[in-house]
């Protein structure tokens, strides 16, 4: 069974689906079979698709954004999904929120998975505009993802 990544931000517009969609790239550039997807602690943008500006740095730097909807975080999600990653402490505080101790097992930073000493937040370009550093700092985490899912299969 292939493994399963879930990161979660708080509107789910802009920083979990650019990860997921960086997430699923780099696997298939090293063929690897992997689920990604995305979700928001908050419900402001239930059912839209991505912030304009992420689907345009997404695609200046070759990730498809356009049939993201943004959705929001389950019950369901926790049990379903063996790695549980979030963007900052604001998200892993409402995680910790609606998760059990075991499935809270499960939850960790995307930022302490890079090789920048960043610490353990992957800053929000929703008010800043900032979409290339997300990516880039991404781009780093995501590949130190894949390096520890591999570890473990």
């Known amino acids: 069974m292939s493994p399963s990544v879930l990161f979660v931000c708080l509107g789910n517009i802009c920083r ?6 960086i ?3 780099q696997a298939a550039e090293l063929g ?3 689920k990604a ?11 839209q ?10 695609r200046m730097h070759g990730l498809e954004l356009g049939d993201h909807v943004a959705r ?19 998200i892993q505080s409402h995680v910790a929120t ?15 998975f890079g090789t920048a000493p960043d610490g353990l937040e992957v800053p929000d370009p929703y008010y800043t505009g900032r979409f290339d550093p997300l990516i880039a700092q991404l781009e780093d985490c995501i590949a130190g993802v894949l390096r520890q899912v591999t570890a473990e299969q």
Not at 37 to 47: E, P, R
Request: aromatic share 4%; charged share 25%.
């Open 72 to 90: 929001k975080l389950t019950a369901r999600d926790l049990e379903e999904f063996d790695h549980i990653l979030v963007m900052d402490r604001e």
């Open 98 to 112: 609606l998760a059990s101790a075991g499935q809270m097992k499960k939850v960790a930073y995307v930022a302490s």
């Open 32 to 34: 690897m079979s992997i």
């Open 16 to 21: 979990s689906p650019l990860a997921a969609a």
């Open 23 to 25: 997430l699923r790239r």
């Open 37 to 47: 997807d995305s979700a928001a602690t908050g419900g402001w943008h239930i059912g």
């Open 49 to 58: 698709g991505a912030d304009a500006r992420a689907v345009v740095a997404g």
